[in-house]
Nanobody, 120 residues
Framework: QVQLVESGGGLVQPGGSLRLSCAGS????????MGWYRQPPGKQRELVAG???????EYADSVKGRFTISRDNAKNTVYLQMNSLQPEDTAVYYC??????????????WGQGTQVTVSS
């Protein structure tokens, strides 16, 4: 039903910043809980940050204080501001829309992913 398209990935040096965007082709409104997940090379997909329909957030310990998730329901868009990027942040980042529940499963609707590479 809802389709998600990520953008904003790329190559950045350690300490740099990127902002990822996830645009919904269908209206996400204020119903879906939205999340960013990532899959580093050779590892399982993991939660990076999530934001509920009312703005409550959840962050992985590894990104707390560095990443910020936000949403603009009127624009059907969710963002991930990533600061102080490090090589271990290198991964394919995926946008996810889901119904209320646990962040720590791989359910819901997924975007195609966008590559983030942190390297000097």
């Amino acid at each position: 039903q809802v389709q998600l398209v990520e953008s904003g990935g790329g190559l950045v040096q350690p300490g740099g910043s990127l902002r990822l965007s996830c645009a919904g082709s269908g209206s996400i409104g204020s119903f879906y809980h939205m999340g960013w997940y990532r899959q580093p090379p050779g590892k399982q997909r993991e939660l990076v940050a999530g934001i509920t329909s009312d703005g409550s957030t959840e962050y992985a310990d590894s990104v707390k204080g560095r990443f910020t998730i936000s949403r603009d329901n009127a624009k059907n868009t969710v963002y991930l501001q990533m600061n102080s990027l490090q090589p271990e942040d290198t991964a394919v980042y995926y946008c996810n829309a889901r119904f209320p529940g646990s962040w720590y499963n791989m359910r819901g609707t997924w975007g195609q992913g966008t590559q983030v590479t942190v390297s000097s």
